[in-house]
């Protein structure tokens, strides 16, 4: 890993219900504690959407970072889209949900992707973002600690397991967009945050109720261009 980030939070004007946010993740100096809710130092703010066992920790690539540069024509910190963990060398993307990894002495494990939301749109600046970071199929993960440790920049992230026919990351983040296929195989996905188990299990639902060959949404009102604000990160 090449970042470990921290922020705290803050009022923000684009931080939707709330109001408050700690989507500002700075590099840290030195070694951080990953403890089971989190990294020290970190604040999570809106705990109903972000934080907790399942989405204590959410790391980016900084590969996929210097993508979204060449993208947007602007240099893009570690932190910036608020990670706390910056990786180099590892595809997250690809990786799959339930795959466990060493970070520095702390174990993790995949729980879902990430969802993007009115607050990052906000804190990006960027037109028409949610929709555009949705689409570009790179949303980065959200970990969940097995066992609390320490990590810092330079550390290696070692891959430890990786469930064999379980769902990429890119592939969980289409079946919360409507791709019904992906949404059955979520299903079976070992580590998977037990929310987007339900939320998997209610579309398909109505899919069956409605009788409609159209493929479902995880969420209908959480269309890429219309994610709910208050799913704020931080």
């Not at 990590?151 to 983040?173: C, F, H, K, N, Q």
């Amino acid at each position: 890993m090449i970042s470990v980030n921290t922020g705290r939070g803050r009022q923000a004007r684009y931080a939707g219900r709330i109001g408050r946010t700690a989507i500002d993740k700075r590099p840290h100096n030195g070694p951080v504690t990953i403890r089971r809710l989190g990294a020290d130092g970190d604040d999570q703010v809106d705990k109903r959407v972000h934080g907790g066992p399942e989405k204590a920790v959410y790391t980016y690539t900084r590969e996929d970072l210097d993508w979204w540069a060449g993208q947007l024509g602007q240099k893009l910190r570690n932190g910036v889209f608020g990670e706390n963990i910056t990786s180099a060398g590892l595809d997250i993307s690809g990786a799959v949900i339930g795959e466990t990894w060493r970070l520095g002495s702390a174990v993790v494990q995949i729980a879902s992707p990430r969802v993007p939301c009115g607050t990052f749109a906000g804190w990006m600046g960027q037109r028409g973002w949610v929709k555009r970071f949705a689409q570009a199929g790179r949303p980065g993960a959200y970990l969940r600690v097995l066992e609390e440790g320490v990590a810092a920049a330079g550390d290696p992230i070692e891959v430890l397991s990786r469930p064999p026919d379980s769902v990429t990351v890119a592939g969980a983040m289409r079946a919360f967009y409507g791709d019904a296929e992906l949404m059955r195989r979520l299903l079976d996905a070992p580590g998977l945050d037990p929310e987007w188990h339900e939320m998997m299990v209610s579309a398909l639902e109505r899919e069956a109720g409605a009788g409609s060959p159209q493929a479902p949404t995880a969420r209908a009102e959480a269309q890429p261009q219309e994610a709910r604000p208050e799913e704020a990160l931080g």
